[in-house]
C-alpha cells in the first residue's frame, strides 16, 4: 500500500499534499485534462529530514521572528543539505514503481513542481517563487534530485525576500510535491477567467506562446494575447477567428474555464499546454487581485430545488434555469451577466447574487444618475434608456398572461406520450420535445418570479418613503401570502405569538424579560408545559433554520 505517494484517482487536501497538488487533485476529480499525475506528501519531506538529523536545526530556523533575521548564508547551508540528503527507503521504492509503470505506458519526460501548504492560497499565492523542474527523465536519480531541488526552495532566497515584502509569516515545513508527465506542447501559457488587471473589462484573458511556456513564465519571451468578451462566450456569439486554425478547440477550453470558475465560486488562473488536439489544466489558483469574488446563495433556491440534484439532472436544469434568465433580459433588451446565475456546489443548487444584482441595478435610478442624483446632459441621456427599459418592461408585462394562459391547454395534452412500441431514437425524440416544453415553462416562470422582486422592490420604496412613521414594511405586509414553503414556519410562529399574546401569564414574560432569561425560563419548563410542547414541535417540524 501507498506510503507516501498518491495517485491522481483520489481526492486530496493541501494538508497531505500542498495547495497546489490538492488544485490538481480537484481538477482530476471534477474531470477536466490533466496529464498523468501523481503527488508526493507532505510528509515525505519531514520523514526525510528526520532520517538525516536535519529536522531540529530547520526548526530552529523557522522559529525566527521574521525573516530578515536569518542571513543568506544560512538559507544557502540549508538548501544544499536537502539537496544532499538521501530519500526514505520506502519513498524510493514507491517512486521507482512509479516511474517503471510510467515508463511501461510510453512516459518520457516529466515535469517536478512545489505543492507547499502556504502556496496558491487566496490571500499570498507565493506564485513562482518555487523550484520547477521541466524535462526531467522518467528514471529515479533525475527524479529524486529534482525533488530535493524542489523541497530545498522552500529555503530560496526569493521565497524568504517574498516573506519579508509582503510581510507573511515564514513558510512551514510543509512542501508536497506534483510530478507530472510533461505534455509535448505546441503552444502553452496562462488564461485568467476574469482580466486580473481590469477586472471592469468582464473578459477572459489569455496569454500564450509557441512551446512549453516556461520562457512565458519566466518572462523571456513577448505572448501572443486574447481579449474574450464574457458575454459573448456565455451568449454564444464569439468568433475566434485566425486563432481558431491554431488553437483547435478554445472554444471547449474557454468554457472549461469558466465551468471551473463557476464550480470553485472564485476567478481563476490556469496554466495551459496545447498539444495539437487536446488543452491540457497543467495547475490552477484562485486570481488573488480581483477586488471580490462572486457570493453565491441557496436563499430562495432551497425551497424550489431542496434535494441533492445529482449531475445528470443538472445537465438539464443548468441550461434550463440560466437560459430562462436570458429569456427574460432579451424580452428588455438587457445585457447578458457576464456570469452563470445558478451553479452546482456538492449537489445543492446556488444562486448568483452578483449577477441577479447586476440584473436588477438596470431599474434603479442611482444607476443611471449616480448617488449623488445630480442632472447632466450625460445623465439625461441615460435616462432616455431607462425609460425604453420601462416601455419594453411594460410591453413584456401586458404580453405575459398572453404566453401563459396557453399553458393551460397545452400541458396536459403534450407532457404526456405513450411509451409503447417505440424505438430509442424515437424515445430521445420525444425527451428532447419534453425538455423543450420545460424550458419554456421555466422561461415564463422566471420572468414572473423577477417581475414579482420588481413590485416588490417598488411597494419597499413606498413604504420607506410614506409610511416609515408608522413601521410598515413591505415584507411586513406581505407576510404569508400564498402557500410557499416559506411561508409555513412564519405562520406556524404566528399562532406561537397570539397564543402567547391571548395568555396573560405569558404574555407579561414575554414583555417583561430579557431573550436571555426566557431561554433560561423556557429550558427550565417542563415538556409537557403548552408552550414549551408548541415550540418543540415547531423546530421538530421546521428545523432551527426556518427561524432565518
Partial sequence: MAKWIFNSGKKLNAEQVGQKAANLSYLIQHGYPVPKTAFISV??????LQNNRLEAPIKELLQKESAALVPPE?????????????LPEDLQDELAALLKQWRADGVQHLAVRSSAVSEDLGAQSFAGQYFSALQVDADLEAVSQAVRQ??????????????????????AQAMGVIIQEMVPARFAGVAFSQNPLQPEKEEVFIEYAVGSGQQLVDGEVVPGQLHLSREKIHTGTLKFGDVQRELGGLQEFVNRLLRLEEQTGSAVDVEWAFDGTTFYFLQFRPITTLGTGIVWSDENVGEVIPDVVTPFSWSILQPMTNGAYRYFLRNLGLRMPKQPLFTLYEGKVYFNQNAFRQVMEA????????????ISFKKLFKLLKLNYLLLRLGYFLLRLPYKIWPWNRVIPDQLIYSNENLTPQRH???????????????????????????????????????????????????????DVESTQPARALWEIGQWI????????????????????????????????????????????????
Wanted: some cysteine; hydrophobic content about 40%.
Fill in 74 to 86: 544560512t538559507l544557502k547551508d540549508v538548501r544544499q543539505k536537502i539537496e544532499q540528503l538521501v
Fill in 43 to 48: 510528509g515525505a519531506l519531514s520523514k526525510s
Fill in 363 to 374: 431599474f434603479y435610478l442611482t444607476t443611471y444618475l449616480g448617488p449623488e442624483k445630480r
Fill in 150 to 171: 524542489v523541497w530545498a526552495s522552500l529555503f530560496s532566497d526569493r521565497v524568504w525576500s517574498y516573506c519579508r515584502q509582503h510581510d507573511v509569516p515564514l513558510p
Fill in 501 to 548: 399574546r391571548n395568555n396573560e401569564t405569558y404574555r407579561e414574560r414575554f414583555t417583561k424579560m430579557s431573550v436571555d432569561e426566557l431561554q433560561q425560563w423556557l429550558a427550565n419548563q417542563p415538556r409537557r408545559d403548552p408552550l414549551r410542547k408548541a415550540i418543540d414541535l415547531f423546530f421538530e417540524h421546521y428545523g432551527h433554520g426556518a427561524l432565518h
Fill in 428 to 482: 430521445i425524440r420525444e425527451i428532447k420535445r419534453l425538455l423543450g416544453y420545460a424550458r419554456k415553462a421555466m422561461n415564463l416562470h422566471i420572468s414572473v418570479t423577477i417581475f414579482a422582486e420588481i413590485f416588490y422592490q417598488a411597494l419597499d420604496k413606498v413604504c420607506a418613503a410614506w409610511c416609515a412613521d408608522e413601521g410598515i414594511e413591505a415584507s411586513r405586509l406581505l407576510q404569508g401570502i400564498g
